[in-house]
């Protein structure tokens, strides 16, 4: 299970600007802001933001300083792959540290959408003892029922972040991750491709890249 919300992407217009700096091309630039406020990039800022896109990663910088924004709710056992992209990578996250005692736990704060039968079964004993503990937990304060939840809690837990990217790590992540077994993946890779021109900018690598 994932779920994408609040997704912005922004400073695409500092971003072209910063590619014509190497040729002094500022001359050229066609963008503009339509009447809903979005950036559309004109024929010539298009033109050249795919050549240098798919020129590589040594020319095509300005990516780096599009940005892209958004609240990502998944399990942990997918936040531990996600840690892979630190680079160019904020996150803010829910603790589990301070809050996993803030609210009842219930099955849906775990993702079981492809669980068998037997693995529900399992997953709700075990939420049946992790509420039975929270509970001890805010009557008593006594850290050995904190420790049980926080040692306890399964890697379905879903977790919320707030993500900060740029369009050059969506590449690297597009390309790594499209195909993995893994649906929350595939997911976030059908988002990646409905961003503001992610098939010329992003879906760019030639299969023996």
């Known amino acids: 299970m994932i779920k994408i919300e ?39 800022d298009l033109s050249l933001a795919k050549k240098l896109a798919k020129a590589g990663s040594d020319h095509r910088k300005y990516l780096r300083q599009v940005f892209v924004s958004m609240d990502i709710t998944a399990p942990l056992y997918w936040w531990k792959e996600f840690d892979t992209y630190k680079v160019a990578t904020v996150a803010n996250s829910t603790s589990t540290m301070h809050k996993i005692q803030a609210k009842k736990f219930e099955r849906d704060d775990f993702s079981h959408d492809r669980m068998s039968e037997g693995a529900l079964k399992v997953l709700d004993i075990t939420i049946d003892y992790l509420e039975e503990v929270r509970l001890k937990f805010i009557e008593t304060k006594e850290r050995c029922y904190w420790h049980d939840m926080i040692q306890l809690l399964p890697s379905s837990y879903n977790q ?21 077994k893994l649906a929350e993946w595939h997911t976030l890779c059908d988002l990646i491709m409905s961003l503001p021109y992610a098939k010329d900018i992003i879906a760019v690598k030639e299969d023996n890249e």
Request: charged residues 25%.
């Open 160 to 180: 919320l972040r707030t993500v900060t990217m740029n369009y050059e790590t969506l590449i690297n992540i597009y390309y790594a991750r499209r195909t993995h």
């Open 6 to 44: 609040r997704v912005s992407v922004m400073n695409f217009e500092n971003a072209i600007r910063g590619a014509r700096n190497p040729l002094n091309s500022w001359a050229k630039s066609d963008s503009y802001y339509n009447e809903d406020g979005e950036y559309v990039l004109g024929d010539n």
